[in-house]
């Protein structure tokens, strides 16, 4: 029997500093090695400077610093519950990309209300299509537009009106999930739910009122 | 009241790739660094992990904190080659 360890494995073990996740989990608990969280700052800071690096315009540095000493104290209260299902440097990575998504968007999102969001979306003109399908004649592109126009009028005519606001929210002005919950007084995960009640009810009726299977729709619109 | 074009047509995507069970932001968020390191590796997580697959593609929260994920990794292991 061979025993193959791939070239990207081992690499991976290299990355870890040498730390295998069983001494990871060692180092970060009580008492903590300085060595291995200085070791996992820089991983973290490394990979946040690449990660956000298209996304803040300004002080990058400063905000990575910020953002991963953050995640470096959530990581070391939680070190405990990490499995093992990943290297563990994934998993602080996870922790850390979630931490600086989390403040970003509060920060860009913070002093704007629910009632700003629509009130601004009502105001704004029909924006064209910025993608055009390249594989589309005329006659494909008015099946497309007609299925896109009963999709709007279904979101104003079959929803309920907290999915409705949620939904039209959201599309309209781009705003992240926990935002948005946060704005609704709900939280991401039932907001999603919410959601996927109203994406369902679109889908049931979008096939009784049009004919035209979801499978269909699928292909109408190139989706593979 | 008009949504942007592009952004209703990824949308009426979206609709008809609905399905009766979804995952959650929690149950993804749960299991993404299992997903992101499957994928590093070459393996196919959306074999194991079809839900948290699916909810990347659904969900543009979570596909971006996925995809700054990815780039993190890769930036800590090139700077490390």
Redesign the interface.
């Known amino acids: 029997m061979t025993l193959y360890l791939?070239y990207?494995?081992v690499?991976?073990v290299?990355?870890d500093m040498q730390r295998s996740n069983e001494e990871w989990v060692t180092a970060l608990s009580e008492p903590v090695s300085e060595e291995a969280l200085g070791d996992l700052r820089q991983?973290?800071v490394?990979?946040?400077?690449?990660?956000?690096a298209g996304?803040i315009n300004s002080e990058l540095e400063a905000n990575v610093e910020d953002f991963v000493q953050e995640a470096l104290l959530k990581i070391l209260k939680s070190v405990g519950t990490f499995r093992g299902?990943?290297?563990f440097?994934?998993?602080a990575?996870?922790v850390?990309?979630?931490v600086?998504?989390t403040e970003l968007?509060r920060r860009r999102w913070k002093d704007i209300s629910l009632q700003d969001i629509i009130e601004t979306?009502?105001g704004?003109?029909?924006?064209?299509?910025?993608?055009k399908d390249p594989r589309a004649t005329p006659e494909l592109e008015v099946t497309?537009q007609s299925?896109?126009e009963l999709?709007?009028d279904l979101?104003h005519s079959e929803l309920t009106e907290k999915q409705r606001t949620a939904l039209?929210a959201a599309?309209?002005s781009?705003i992240?999930?926990?935002e948005l919950a946060q704005k609704l007084g709900t939280n991401?995960?039932a907001l999603?739910?919410l959601i996927?009640d109203a994406?369902?009810r679109?889908?049931k009726r979008?096939m009784e009122v049009s004919g035209i299977s979801?499978?269909d729709?699928?292909d109408l619109?190139e989706?593979k | 009241?008009?949504?942007?074009?592009?952004?209703?047509?990824k949308?009426?995507?979206?609709?008809?790739?609905?399905r009766?069970e979804?995952a959650?932001?929690?149950t993804c968020?749960e299991?993404?660094?299992?997903f992101?390191?499957?994928l590093?590796?070459?393996e196919d997580p959306a074999d194991l992990m079809p839900l948290v697959e699916h909810h990347l593609k659904m969900?543009?929260?979570?596909g971006?904190?996925f995809d700054?994920?990815i780039?993190?990794?890769?930036?800590?292991?090139n700077?490390?080659?």
């Open positions: 791939g990207d494995y690499r991976g290299i990355e991983i973290l490394r990979g946040l400077m690449a990660a956000l996304r299902e990943s290297r440097t994934t998993w990575q996870k850390a990309v979630h600086a998504f968007r979306s009502e704004e003109e029909y924006t064209p299509a910025i993608l497309q299925v896109m999709v709007e979101i039209l599309l309209q781009g992240p999930m926990e991401r995960n999603y739910k996927h994406r369902q679109l889908q979008l979801p499978h729709v699928m619109f989706v | 009241m008009r949504i942007p074009e592009e952004t209703l047509r949308f009426v995507v979206k609709v008809a790739n609905t009766p979804e959650g932001c929690d968020f299991h993404l660094h299992e992101a390191d499957m590093q590796k070459g969900c543009s929260s979570c971006e904190e700054a994920l780039e993190a990794i890769e930036a800590a292991q700077a490390k080659s």
